[in-house]
């Protein structure tokens, strides 16, 4: 992944709270291979409306998604996160996340941030009265900028040391592969394991595992 | 002895490989659950990266989400390509399967439990937000997304940050005609729909000591549902007596020992939780939603509220939209809405004991004229057992259909779903718009709750079919 420090771009508003990944992406939308082309799923049932806000046309150039209270709640599919990335979205901001939306999103690039609702509720107004208001988030520095206003916010740790040095998180843990062969060494013995034979033949604890 | 923890501490600490600064743990997985569904792109990163699976022999793959109920073939492409896909990745990297159609296929969240797959003071993860059922057993069990279900594959490890915890208490004790499903559901319209988000729950209290695994499975399921990343019940007799013979459980000394140690595994008497709140179970009646989101729930014997009755202007604003998608007035009493399909399954209530209790209320009554019910056991080995103790003729007798297991109607992926605008009294999880099929709209019940309106061919309790209220 390429290094990932700021981005600023236009806003939409979405203003509904618990906004579940069944609505980001319909189940229907779920049964691709592949990781990418999603855009055509993202709020595929709420885009019959001809009012939806994705429906307007500054959402073609919108870069940032202003939420409400619990955005991204439900499912843990990605493909919720994928299809934000695929319609053009770098941002979610909202006032609180579904916890695995969170964590997807954040292996994504895809920059979600959790603003107190009161700050949350003036930035939404002031994108709603100047749809070309540039909305800069910071990684770096973790702050939203955007009408003159600058509001801290927080992210993971290591989700942010991994985006800001566009590290890979699997190669990262692996290069830790000691201390997991040390950790498995003494894994208590009567554990369970889906190893060939276990299903068959005698119970667990007579098999002679380690 | 260390400072006193609660029993969420205790397996994070038990399963810490290191610790990075920043706060961040690399937290070892005892068990990794993979579905068709979430799976396919995990294991193409993995070629693309020539990285292989770690751990096949700590790793179990089923067809769950995608598979029919009333047919072994799958119809549509799509689905029958990620099912496909499924298998061969898993033949590819040695990965123990359960093939649609074999006798042990089923949920992911029913079949790992079944076999004694989940014991206590484990860590599972499943790329499937309901993997939270097997908090039932004292394992810490959480849904993870694609990106982190390739990061298991690879690694058998997640780097994460240690939970902030949460105790749910039950006061006093259960109402007979209350069931766990009711339970959870009065907990979530309690704390709201994002009520524990962050948090890992522990529940405990007298009425949940009382309750059956599969009950204690029901309400762990659910926990999702109030925004948790997991919940879970303290291991005791009730699970040690579930788990004993089981195919996977531990035998002879290794059983002793693992016995001893679960034992021991439950929160220390004054250790602090960052939040708490206590659930007086004693006044509850079967509960039922209302709404699109799992806080939108009243009794059974209420009223559909006013919008204008909550305070805070985004759930007002929810409930506006809800009642519209709904097609609800405020002030309509639940008992009169008709519905014209009835799911009993999933996940959340598709085990052998959710299959009696619908059976018990469904046993010399027919299902109302108009109405459809489908009966979907949670596995095939619910399956097997359901009718060798000859519940699906009760449900045969009465009108309703009996499947083959799946997730079937509980989230639109298969050929199970509503069709436009139609109303489900479900077992299911999730009242979101559309879940259960284009339009659908549904009513989150337990399964004696499903049962009675099956028969009522409206929202019904079984104590009304009864005469009672
Ligand atoms: S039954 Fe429903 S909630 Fe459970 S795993 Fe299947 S789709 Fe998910």
Partial sequence: MEPL????????????????????????????????????????????????????????????????????????????????RDWGFAVVVASSFGDIFLRNALKNGLLAVALPAETLGALADAVEADPDLAVTVDLHRLELRAAGGCHPFTVDKHARFLLLNGLDDIAVTLRGQDAVLRYERDRRPWLPSMAPGSLTGEPMSSRGRR | MGRARTIIDKIWDDHVVHSADGGSDLLYVDLHLVHEASSPQAFDGLRRE???????????????????????????????????????????????HFTHGSARQGIAHVVAPELGLVQPGMTVVCGDSHTSTHGAFGALAF???????????????????????????????????????????????????????????????????????????????????AGARAGLIAPDETTTAYLRGRRLAPAGAGWERAAAFWRELRTDPGAEFDREVTVDVSGLTPFVTWGTNLGQAVALGAAVPDPESFTDPGERAAAVRAL????????????????????????????????????????????????????????????????EEGLHEDFLAAGAQWRLSGCSMCMGMNSDRL???????????????????????????????????????????????????
């Fill in chain 2, 324 to 387: 519209e998608y709904m097609g609800l007035a405020p002030g309509t009493r639940l008992r009169e809405v008709a519905i014209d399909t009835v799911f009993l399954g999933s996940c959340t209530n598709g085990r052998i004991e959710d299959l009696r209790a619908a059976a018990r209320v469904l046993r010399g009554r027919t299902v109302a004229p108009g109405v459809r019910m489908l009966v979907v056991p949670g596995s095939m080995e619910v399956r097997r057992q359901a009718e």
């Fill in chain 2, 143 to 225: 849904g993870i997304g694609t990106s982190d279900v390739e990061h298991v594959l690879a690694t058998q490890t997640l780097p994460l940050r240690r939970p902030r915890t949460m105790a749910v208490r039950f006061a006093g004790t259960t109402p007979a005609d209350v069931t766990p499903k009711d339970l959870a559901l009065a907990v979530i319209a309690r704390i709201g729909a994002n009520g524990a988000r962050g948090h890992v729950v522990e529940y405990s209290g007298e009425a949940v000591e009382a309750i059956s695994m599969e009950g204690r499975m029901t309400i762990c399921n659910m926990s999702i549902e």
């Fill in chain 2, 50 to 96: 020539g990285r292989t699976v770690r751990r096949p022999d700590l790793t179990l793959a089923v067809e769950d989400h995608n598979v029919p109920t009333d047919s072994l073939l799958i119809q549509d492409p799509l689905g029958r390509a990620q099912v496909e896909e499924l298998r061969r990745n898993c033949a590819r990297h040695g990965i123990e």
């Fill in chain 1, 5 to 84: 420090t700021e981005h600023t771009g236009r806003a939409i508003v979405l203003r509904r709270d618990h906004v579940d990944t069944d609505q980001i992406v319909p189940a229907a939308f779920c049964k691709r291979l592949t990781k990418s082309g999603y855009d055509d799923a993202l709020f595929a049932h709420w885009r019959e409306d001809p009012d939806f806000v994705l429906n307007r046309p500054a959402a073609r150039t919108a870069s940032v998604l202003v939420g409400g209270a619990n955005f991204g709640t439900g499912s843990s599919r990605e493909h919720a996160v994928w299809a934000l």
């Fill in chain 2, 419 to 469: 069709r436009g605008g139609e109303r489900v009294a479900s077992t299911s999880n999730r009242n979101y718009e559309g879940r259960q099929g284009d339009r659908a709209r549904t009513h989150l019940v337990s399964p004696a709750t499903a049962a009675a309106s099956a028969v009522a061919g409206r929202l019904a309790s079984p104590t009304e079919l009864d005469g009672g209220l």
